[in-house]
């Protein structure tokens, strides 16, 4: 799910850093003092290992749960400010605070981050299959998806970060320019915000899993304007913009970060002929994959599916296009209980959870409670949401 667009075409722990201690004995060649025994070197304790936790296999891989997330609301004032942007961000955004207490109460419920690679396999003839997934015992496995991380040009000035980067140290974080025209770095997107909190909250990531972005590419890739198609004649900085994104998504993946498609254009694999998805991905593979490198998940803009619950046959046109391009698994969105996935012989299918103003207000009154699994609506909730919630 997205915005209402303005375009034609409608995203380890800390090295502690021990200091080592070492006393140094000077001898002499004072007979007095030769009998003075030196003083032993100050031994640096080592830190006590991180015992690895007891793990179990997961009864069931179709009860895997998939939540996702747009870019977060860094200003609330400029973002629900009441202009024509502002409904579409309090229905399908969540604010910092909003996302902070998610992630709390997620870890507090036992939930640990997997990979959607973390269930399935994929055998050299296309076949798809489930694959054994262990957790540690008394933990839930959890798939977190974030979509639209282009900081699309419709929001600059509304209240969210600039783009992704990596800062003075090569760790991620996200500049922001706030309502004064000041630009700074630091946690004003999900990324470094989720980077910090495993680093706080090891356990949440045991095998150093993060999430899944789901990436379009008409207004570039990580906030960079990469693209040939929209802006060859405007940015003077479009192969420097291009080297960069492609450094700041290698250092996403080296520390647990994964890249779907989005589509290029953001397009809805529903309503679009096949020849468009065709062009559409032929455009994704010329100027998104190479920054963020290949993938095979496919992350349906707005959830827009192409079949119903039964699964993909070769029948189906666009699944086996989508098949022979590379994807292997594919994910729409269903909120309307915990889990769904399917494995269909040759994909593997997952609906995804949208965590924003939408589904909040249904679970705030009551109307729908899937959220409640994984934390506490009421709670999550940010005061500064107007009292409507969302915008629609």
């Known amino acids: 799910m997205a915005v209402t667009r303005r375009t034609v075409l409608l995203s380890s722990s800390t090295g502690l850093g021990l200091a080592l201690l070492s006393a140094c004995a000077s001898g002499s060649d004072d007979a007095s003092s030769s009998a003075e025994q030196s003083p032993s070197p100050t031994q640096t304790p080592e830190p006590a290992p991180t015992p690895t936790p007891q793990t179990q296999v997961w009864e069931d891989n179709t009860t ?122 630091g946690e004003y997107d999900y990324v470094p915000i989720l980077e910090r909190f495993i680093e706080e909250n090891p356990d949440f990531s045991p095998n150093g899993r993060k999430g899944v972005i789901a990436m379009t590419g008409y207004n ?46 953001h397009l809805s694999c529903t309503e679009m002929p096949l020849a468009t998805l065709q062009e559409d991905m032929g455009k994704w593979k010329a100027e998104v994959e190479p920054i963020v490198g290949k993938t095979d998940l496919l992350i349906y803009p707005f959830g827009a599916d192409i079949a119903g619950p039964e699964p993909y046959s070769e029948a189906n046109a666009k699944f086996a296009f989508y098949k022979a391009e590379g994807f292997n698994a594919f994910f729409n969105v269903d909120a309307s209980s915990p889990a769904w996935n399917q494995y269909g012989g040759r994909s593997l299918r997952q609906a995804r959870i949208n965590v924003d103003g939408i589904s909040l207000k249904a679970a705030v009154e009551g109307k729908n409670d899937v959220l409640n699994g994984f934390f506490d609506p009421h709670a999550v909730l940010d005061p500064a949401r107007p009292a409507s919630i969302a915008g629609s």
């Open 64 to 185: 895997v749960p998939h939540l996702f997330f747009h870019s977060l609301v860094a200003d609330t004032d400029r973002a629900f400010d009441g202009d024509e942007d502002a409904a579409g961000y309090l229905d399908y955004m969540a604010t910092i605070e909003e996302f902070e207490t998610f992630l709390r109460q997620a870890h507090e419920r036992g939930y640990v981050l997997i990979s959607p690679h973390d269930i399935y396999a994929t055998a050299p003839d296309g076949t798809v299959s489930s694959k054994e997934l262990e957790v540690p015992v008394g933990k839930k496995p959890l798939v977190l998806s974030f979509d639209d991380l282009s900081y699309y040009e419709y929001m600059e000035g509304d209240g969210f970060a600039d783009d992704v980067a990596l800062d003075d140290e090569g760790g991620l974080t996200t500049t922001y320019t706030d309502a004064q025209g000041k630009t700074q770095q």
């Open 220 to 265: 570039g890739v990580l906030g960079y304007r990469t693209s040939d198609l929209g802006y060859k004649d405007e940015n003077p900085d479009l192969e420097k913009d291009k080297r960069t994104a492609t450094e700041v998504a290698d250092a996403m993946k080296e520390r647990g970060w994964e890249f779907a498609s989005h589509t290029w254009g």
